[in-house]
């Protein structure tokens, strides 16, 4: 696979989970540019956004998280994005929440992480952008 150009996203994140009836959060879709994430299933409603947009108390909530997002848009024939970069974070010990948009994937490491996940991704050639 060839190398991926990766931009950090400035500021904190939280990800969080409602229970599955919970009213999903549209004011946070605001049209400020950044990511916002918001998944319902069978079991639970998921919630990934800035952290100092996350005001509710009902649910569990953790924050802490930055976000790394590879540059796109990326064709759908591309494959193993999340694989390569997921095996590179969990050789360094990183854990990651990952997920997908349309036009790219992103990855969220732990603040503590950061400089270990920094480092991984970058002694195994690709590149890192630290953004604003």
Known sequence: MKRLALDLRPGEYTVARLSSEAEPPVDLLSADGDLVS????????????????????DGR????????????????????????????LAAAGVGLFSLS?????????????LQRAVEALRSSGHEVHELG
Do not use: M, N
């Not at 918001?38 to 108390?57: F, K, N």
């Not at 998280?65 to 095996?87: D, K, M, N, Y």
């Not at 948009?101 to 503590?112: C, F, G, R």
């Open 61 to 88: 909530a953790e924050g802490d998280w930055r976000l790394l997002s590879v540059r796109g848009p990326l064709e759908f024939t591309l494959t193993g994005i999340i694989a390569v970069l997921s095996s590179e």
């Open 101 to 113: 948009t349309y036009d790219t994937d992103h990855l969220l490491v732990k603040q503590a992480d």
């Open 38 to 57: 918001i998944t319902r299933t069978g079991a639970e409603l998921s919630v990934v956004c800035p952290s100092e947009r996350w005001t509710r108390d």
